[in-house]
C-alpha cells in the first residue's frame, strides 16, 4: 500500500512563496510517476505537473515559471516550490503517486491510484 503525506502548506499573501513536499512510502525498482494536483472551491481538480523517477516532467502551461515540481528519489519525496503567489492559487493541493513502466508520465488524474490528504494552500490579496 502506498502512502502519500503533503506538507508546506499554508496562508500567506499575494507575491509570497511556499514550498510543498510529499513524502512518500513507495517501495519498488520499477518506475514511478508523482504528480501535483490541485482543487479550488467550486472547480475541477487540476493536474499542475508530474515528474517520472527518470527525471522528466510535464507540467500545465499555466504555471508560466512560478512554480516547480522536483524529486528526490532517495527520499522518495516530492516538492513543489510556489513563488509570487495569487488569489487564484488558493486551493487544497494534492500529492499523487502511480506506479509506471518504460513510458511517459503524463498530468492524468485517472492514472493515479495514490493519493495525499492534500494540504491547503491559502493566498490573500
Known amino acids: 500500500q502506498v502512502q502519500l503525506k503533503e506538507s508546506g502548506g499554508g496562508s500567506v499573501q499575494a507575491g509570497g512563496s511556499l514550498r510543498l513536499s510529499c513524502a512518500a512510502s513507495?517501495?519498488?525498482?520499477?518506475?514511478?510517476?508523482m504528480a501535483w494536483f490541485r482543487q479550488a472551491p467550486g472547480k475541477e481538480r487540476e493536474g499542475l505537473a508530474v515528474?517520472?523517477?527518470?527525471?522528466?516532467?510535464d507540467s500545465a502551461d499555466y504555471m508560466e515559471g512560478r512554480f516547480t515540481i522536483s524529486l528526490d528519489n532517495a527520499k522518495k519525496t516530492l516538492y513543489l516550490q510556489m513563488n509570487r503567489l495569487q488569489p487564484d492559487d488558493t486551493a487544497m493541493y494534492y500529492c499523487?503517486?502511480?506506479?509506471?513502466?518504460?513510458?511517459?508520465?503524463?498530468?492524468?488524474?485517472?492514472?493515479?491510484?495514490?493519493w495525499g490528504q492534500g494540504t491547503q494552500v491559502t493566498v490573500s490579496s
Open positions: 499523487a503517486a502511480r506506479f509506471k513502466g518504460s513510458g511517459y508520465c503524463y498530468r492524468v488524474e485517472a492514472d493515479f491510484p495514490y
Open positions: 513507495l517501495y519498488t525498482s520499477s518506475g514511478y510517476c
Open positions: 515528474i517520472g523517477s527518470d527525471g522528466r516532467i
